[in-house]
């Protein structure tokens, strides 16, 4: 079996926006049954998930279990298959060459609870239920 590819999903504080988009994009790939898991960290982590957030997610069916914010690093980067950041410059982590699909325009979570996971689902343009835009990192020929 092949190992499958982690997408990396990073926000400032891996406790709300990156858990989201992770959780709900892990979710759409079992859903097509992609090799593909999803993974989320902060660069500068909160030492727990946003209450809000869990409890959401469980109410969607979605199970963090003990899951907790981490810190990312370099060779989390250098590992992903794909790399997504939310507001937060990785530059500094990334090695030369490294692209790293920069999601800026997603709203606080306090200001517009959904909006992650509606970008994970989507990719990076398009429609919510949509398969996957032409190009973006979700293309079909990229998955």
Not at 47 to 67: H, Q, S, T, Y
Request: hydrophobic fraction near 35%.
């Amino acid at each position: 079996m092949d190992t499958p590819r982690t997408v990396l999903f990073v926000c400032l504080h891996g406790a709300a926006k990156s858990v989201l988009a992770a959780a709900y994009f892990q979710r759409m790939a079992e859903g097509r049954g992609l090799p593909v898991r999803a993974s989320f960290a902060g660069t500068e982590p909160d030492p727990e998930i946003a209450p809000r957030v869990l409890k959401e997610l469980r109410a969607d069916g979605i199970d963090l279990g003990d899951r907790r914010p981490r810190q990312v690093t370099g060779d989390d980067i250098a590992r992903a298959w794909r790399v997504v950041s939310f507001n937060c410059d990785l530059s500094g982590l990334a090695r030369p060459g490294r692209q790293v699909e920069r999601w800026d325009d997603v709203p606080p979570v306090s200001e517009d609870f959904s909006a992650p996971a509606r970008r994970s689902s989507r990719g990076s343009r398009g429609s919510w239920r949509s398969a996957r835009r032409p190009g973006s990192y979700w293309s079909s020929t990229a998955l």
